[in-house]
């Protein structure tokens, strides 16, 4: 079993900044990629950003410019640092994760619960 929890969300004026972070806990899988998604009023979930364990990233054009993902393998933890936050960017934000079992379980993705990010004056 896998758990993600996330942390970091909270309230920000426009331009400012905020740092996510998101912890995996469990036994007996390996992480191939990790992600953050996120869902505002009214929209579909979207991909943000995502980086693989290799070290490769892609991101959302709308952020690509003021976010950035990082993977710190040793504590398989995945941290969103967002700079110059606009209000479009406020949302709830999802960890995703794209595991691996050694048993028969084999392949699975993984959810967070989300964390808020809202971005107003």
């Known amino acids: 079993q896998v758990q993600l929890v996330e942390s970091g969300g909270g309230l920000v004026q426009p331009g400012g900044s905020l740092r996510l972070s998101c912890a995996s806990s469990g036994r007996g899988f390996e992480i191939n990629a990790m992600g953050w998604y996120r869902q505002a009023p009214g929209k579909e979930r979207e991909l943000v950003a995502a980086?693989?364990?290799?070290?490769?990233?892609n991101y959302a054009d709308s952020v690509k410019d003021r976010f950035t993902i990082s993977i710190d393998n040793a504590q398989n933890t995945v941290y969103l640092q967002m700079n110059n936050l606009k209000p479009g960017d406020a949302a709830v934000y999802y960890c995703n994760a794209r595991v691996y079992f050694a048993d028969e379980r084999g392949d699975d993705e993984v959810w967070g619960p989300g964390t808020l990010d809202t971005v107003s004056s």
């Open positions: 980086s693989t364990s290799g070290g490769s990233t």
